[in-house]
Each structure stands twice: as structure tokens, then as C-alpha cells.
Nanobody
Framework: VQLVESGGGLVQAGGSLRLSCVGSGSAFSIKPMGWYRQAPGNERRWVAAITSSGDNTRYADSVKGRFTISRDDAKNTMYLQMNNLKPEDTAVYYC???????????????WGQGTLVTVSS
């Protein structure tokens, strides 16, 4: 079972990127639910979250109005649309998910490997 992020890259300030997070693992039911980021020298911080039903979202104040979190449950994929990017958004972005092992009912917390977003001024 794993999560894989993609979509990071280098963008100029004011630009946009869309990150994706795909969960895989046939023995698990995976529900990606949050994005975090870690800037160089800083701790990992929460960015955005979406409920298991997908009908409610929350954002850190620093990204509110610029970032949009969404999820396609049919594809086990979560997205983070990032608009009007700023140099202070530069970080490695990680997705977070809850995975339910179908046969045992065991719950796992999953993290992806991260995708680097660099915003130049």
C-alpha cells in the first residue's frame, strides 16, 4: 500500500500548479484526506484537508483563497490546485491518507514520499 504524489516543479510567483496524490494497494481501501508541506529548515505543517465524504474542506490561513483541495474517490486520487503561488509556498508537499485493511479492519496512516514545489520571485 502506498501513496504517490506528483505535479511539483519550478514556477514563477503568480503561477499555478496542480498536485496529485494517488493511493494504491488492492488489499486496502484508501482515503487521501490532507496535504502538508515542509519548507527547508522547518517542520512539516498542515496545508489543507478534505473530509471522508468530500463535502467539507479546510485550509491553513496562509493558503486560503489560493489553494483548492479535491478528491476523486473513483480514482483514489486527491488533488491540490495551487494558484497565485508565492515564494513562501516553496516546500516539499506531502499527502496524507487513512487506509483500511479490508480483511482485518486495521487502520493505517499513510504518507507519500513528497513532491517539491519551488516558486521563484
Amino acid at each position: 500500500v502506498q501513496l504517490v504524489e506528483s505535479g511539483g516543479g519550478l514556477v514563477q510567483a503568480g503561477g499555478s500548479l496542480r498536485l496529485s496524490c494517488v493511493g494504491s494497494g488492492s488489499a486496502f481501501s484508501i482515503k487521501p484526506m490532507g496535504w502538508y508541506r515542509q519548507a527547508p529548515g522547518n517542520e512539516r505543517r498542515w496545508v489543507a484537508a478534505i473530509t471522508s465524504s468530500g463535502d467539507n474542506t479546510r485550509y491553513a490561513d496562509s493558503v486560503k483563497g489560493r489553494f483548492t483541495i479535491s478528491r476523486d474517490d473513483a480514482k483514489n486520487t486527491m488533488y491540490l490546485q495551487m494558484n497565485n503561488l508565492k515564494p513562501e509556498d516553496t516546500a516539499v508537499y506531502y499527502c496524507n491518507a487513512v487506509a483500511l485493511e479490508k480483511h482485518t479492519g486495521r487502520l493505517l496512516e499513510l504518507w507519500g514520499q513528497g513532491t517539491l514545489v519551488t516558486v521563484s520571485s
